[in-house]
């Protein structure tokens, strides 16, 4: 038995897997340095995979990653010749196509398809803190004010604490310096 092979299918799967591009991206966990060695690793989270078209805008590609981690994170990737410790922030459409043209230049010159390593970290929430809707909501009850002791003001050579610079003296009405 001859097994039948449609070769528009073996050329569509072709296309495709050349139009798309593969992120293994992990989130929720954190980069330490191996015992051994002292490499760093992603250790905990979770790490998946996301196969999107190369020519992906990086709005969409945030929106992609939200819906897949729950929040919005800053996505930083790893280039294909460095490791975790060297960390590329991807912030626009610009830096995501000069991402994915690096890897691609890697691939065709090792010929292997490469994942793009990235790591999704939590936007830092700012907290809000919201002014009292009134200020008669407000409770002055339990504010005390305490004037300041006199004798802190003046010393023998000194001069009172409004009036004059520290160090004159008022003597008779005349100010000796």
């Known amino acids: 038995m001859t097994p039948i092979v449609n070769s528009n299918y073996d050329d569509n799967a072709i296309t495709n897997s050349a139009q798309k591009i593969k992120?293994?991206?992990s989130y929720r966990g954190k980069i330490l340095p191996r015992p051994t060695d002292g490499k760093l690793r992603y250790v905990g989270g979770h790490t998946r995979v996301l196969s999107v078209?190369?020519?992906?805008?990086?709005?969409?590609l945030k929106v992609r990653f939200l819906e897949?981690?729950?929040?919005?994170?800053?996505?930083?990737c790893k280039l294909p010749t460095d490791d975790l410790d060297?960390?590329?922030t991807?912030?626009?459409?610009?830096e995501l196509v000069n991402l994915i043209e690096e890897y691609n230049r890697f691939s065709l010159s090792t010929?292997?398809?490469l994942k793009i390593t990235a790591v999704l970290f939590p936007l830092k929430s700012l907290k809000k803190i919201s002014p009292p809707?009134?200020?008669?909501?407000?409770d002055f009850s339990l504010v005390v004010i305490k004037p300041p002791s006199v004798a802190g003001f003046w010393g023998l050579n000194s001069s009172p604490a409004f009036g004059f610079p520290p160090g004159v003296r008022k003597d008779g009405g005349k100010v000796r310096y």
């Open 23 to 25: 992120f293994l991206y």
């Open 111 to 113: 010929n292997k398809d």
């Open 133 to 138: 809707s009134t200020v008669s909501s407000l």
């Open 86 to 88: 060297v960390l590329v």
């Open 90 to 94: 991807i912030t626009s459409d610009e």
């Open 68 to 76: 897949l981690c729950g929040s919005s994170m800053t996505l930083k």
């Open 53 to 60: 078209d190369r020519s992906i805008a990086f709005a969409e």
